[in-house]
């Protein structure tokens, strides 16, 4: 439950934080992107745990970002470094499933229906 409370705290931060001080336009729409789809990510891994992986895989890009697009500062920098090394380390943990927490909502059903 740990990890994924740290993985979406850390998209919800990322979001939050393209708007918090300058970035460049590139690293704007990157910390949006990522952290949109780290929240979601997260979320969906409830129902489908080996999506928590897809959050690692965004927590490599944000560091490899950080030395591929141009950035407006060293707040930025670091942000996105800290942030992209926190998905990597905290991703791949087991978070509580569905058995935890029982059936999911209708769309995450499984089983076929009966007709």
Known sequence: MRARAVTFAAGLW????????????????????????????????????????????????LVLSVFRLPHAGALTLVNNLAVGLLLVLASPRRGPTEEEFGRGPWWLDREPLDV
Do not use: E, K
């Open 14 to 61: 990322l979001v939050l934080s393209a708007y918090l001080w300058g970035h460049s336009p590139t690293q704007q729409v990157n910390a949006l992107v990522c952290g949109v789809a780290a929240l979601l990510f997260t979320v969906l891994a409830v129902g489908f745990p080996l999506l928590r992986f897809l959050n690692m895989l965004l927590g490599a890009w």
